[in-house]
Nanobody, 118 residues
Framework: QVQLVESGGGLVQPGGSLRLSCAAS????????MGWYRQAPGKQRELVAA???????SYADSVKGRFTVSRDNAKNTVYLQMNTLGPEDTAVYYC????????????WGQGTQVTVSS
């Protein structure tokens, strides 16, 4: 059974930082591309950051320079370090694991809430 379990969300003040973690089980983690998505109320889910199986990161323009994605294959975990957070970053953050052509195999976590507010 595949499980992606996110953690690290919460309430943070503007300008603050959070580190999200996503622990995977039931997959060969090292061969999966991993992504972080977010969905704010009334908006579509959007890709925030991703890291390929060979450690190549990519970012949405809105988070470049503020967010850093990383992975630890020994721990089957992907991380999202979020700095200089603003209210626009408030959303539910989801972890995604994808493998194969057109992400034929894809799995999602349950999401973790990030709220940026004073």
């Amino acid at each position: 059974q595949v499980q992606l379990v996110e953690s690290g969300g919460g309430l943070v003040q503007p300008g603050g930082s959070l580190r999200l973690s996503c622990a995977a089980s039931g997959i060969i983690f090292s061969i999966y591309d991993m992504g972080w998505y977010r969905q704010a109320p009334g908006k579509q889910r959007e890709l925030v950051a991703a890291i390929t199986s060979d450690y190549r990161p990519s970012y949405a323009d809105s988070v470049k320079g503020r967010f850093t994605v990383s992975r630890d294959n020994a721990k089957n975990t992907v991380y999202l370090q979020m700095n200089t957070l603003g209210p626009e970053d408030t959303a539910v953050y989801y972890c995604n694991a994808a493998f194969g052509p057109n992400s034929a195999r894809a799995y999602w976590g349950q999401g973790t809430q990030v709220t940026v507010s004073s």
